[in-house]
């Protein structure tokens, strides 16, 4: 039986308002001064090493004018840095600063010490499942690059 578009619609709409709530549980910003935006700009930075302001735009979806507010309030921070490309001027890349690594190690750590607590009660089968779901998922979606 084949599930149309809508099917998937239905169910994402659905599934959305839970999946968002466990996840803002497992990451608490109460300690970083940063938005959730500002966040998922540091976590892409941090896994890529180094990207360009145009690159990172394109893989959150946001404009340049958009993306260099967020940039610049992480900078302000002391979580990035912006470097200029040394063969072309016009190009700005952004880096993970030692502090903004920090910040992401603490925050993993956070989420696996409340990920152990809320799985406390789950088998290794079920915990497997979750796993495969979301890594599905990730690949699916082009978010495990």
Avoid at 54 to 83: G, I, W
Wanted: hydrophobic fraction near 40%.
């Amino acid at each position: 039986m084949s599930k149309t578009t809508n099917d998937l619609a239905q169910l994402i709409v659905a599934v959305y308002p839970n999946v968002r709530k466990v996840f803002r549980h497992l990451v608490s910003l109460k300690d970083a001064p940063i938005s959730m935006t500002q966040l998922t700009c540091l976590s892409i930075i941090e896994k890529q090493g180094k990207l360009t302001m145009s690159a990172l735009a394109k893989r959150l979806s946001m404009s340049n004018q958009q993306l260099t507010k967020v940039v610049d309030t992480l900078e302000s921070f002391d979580l990035v840095v912006r470097n200029v490309d040394e063969d072309n001027h016009r190009q700005i890349f952004v880096q993970a600063s030692p502090k903004g690594n920090e910040l992401i190690a603490s925050l993993s750590a956070e989420i696996d010490r409340k990920l152990t607590f809320a799985l406390r009660n789950k088998d290794a089968n079920e915990i497997d499942n979750l796993y495969q779901s979301l890594l599905y998922l990730a690949n699916f979606f082009g978010t495990n690059e």
